[in-house]
């Protein structure tokens, strides 16, 4: 299964500021990670080691629980944070 996923980037930002951040994790297989906003998926990276997600201007609706999963064919691990 793979490892648990590892986020790396920005973790505050103000309105009208660029938010940036990497979801990543290992495996082998390689993973599918996916990066999801309550039931919405906003990045997916499939067989890749980790997912990016860009935000040109944070908004206050950008806030909230986000969840990173990463995948393959023997099990998956996640990682929320807000």
């Given amino acids: ?3 648990p996923p590892v986020l790396n980037g920005t973790l505050w ?3 009208g500021d660029p938010l940036s951040l990497t979801c990543g994790a290992s495996s082998h297989p390689s ?4 990066l999801a906003r309550g039931r919405r ?3 997916t990276a499939v067989y890749e080691p980790q997912v990016r997600l860009e935000v040109p201007a944070a908004a206050p ?4 629980e986000y969840l990173c999963r990463a995948e393959n064919q023997h099990g998956h ?6």
């Fill in 1 to 3: 299964a793979p490892r």
């Fill in 13 to 15: 930002a103000l309105a």
């Fill in 31 to 34: 993973p599918i990670v996916t």
């Fill in 41 to 43: 998926v906003v990045a």
């Fill in 61 to 64: 609706e950008d806030g909230g």
């Fill in 77 to 82: 691990s996640s990682l929320a944070f807000n």
